[in-house]
Nanobody
Framework: VQLQASGGGLVQPGGSLRLSCAVQ????????MGWFRQAPGEGREFVVG????????DYADSVKGRFIISRDTAKNTLYLQVISLKPEDTAGYYC????????????????????WGQGTLVTVSS
């Protein structure tokens, strides 16, 4: 599975963006997809992910009510709508896919995902 993230940019606090993740190849093998982020000098942090059926989502507490994950199966694309952005949301945002294991819910650990996009940078600053 190949993942290509896009949509990042520089926004002012309170602004919004829509991040996209195009999925190519091996789609039938995908069991979970999600978004992570990594701020400079920090580890990779779980943001949100879909359960295997792609219906239910699990959000990190820090983004609940501000970030929305969605997907367009016809376009093989995963989205992350981010609103009410804060300076602490500044990070590289990565989409990820788990193609190997079946989990009961949404895995939150980065090591549970075996395919990663290259990341798209979101900078929130006035």
């Amino acid at each position: 599975v190949q993942l290509q993230a896009s949509g990042g940019g520089l926004v002012q606090p309170g602004g919004s963006l829509r991040l996209s993740c195009a999925v190519q190849g091996g789609i039938s093998s995908v069991k979970n997809m999600g978004w992570f982020r990594q701020a400079p000098g920090e580890g990779r942090e779980f943001v949100v992910g879909f359960t295997r059926n792609g219906v239910n989502a699990d959000y990190a507490d820090s983004v609940k009510g501000r970030f929305i994950i969605s997907r367009d199966t016809a376009k093989n694309t995963l989205y992350l709508q981010v609103i009410s952005l804060k300076p602490e949301d500044t990070a590289g945002y990565y989409c990820a896919a788990n193609t190997k294991y079946y989990y009961g819910g949404v895995p939150r650990g980065p090591t549970s995902y075996d395919s990663w996009g290259q990341g798209t940078l979101v900078t929130v600053s006035s």
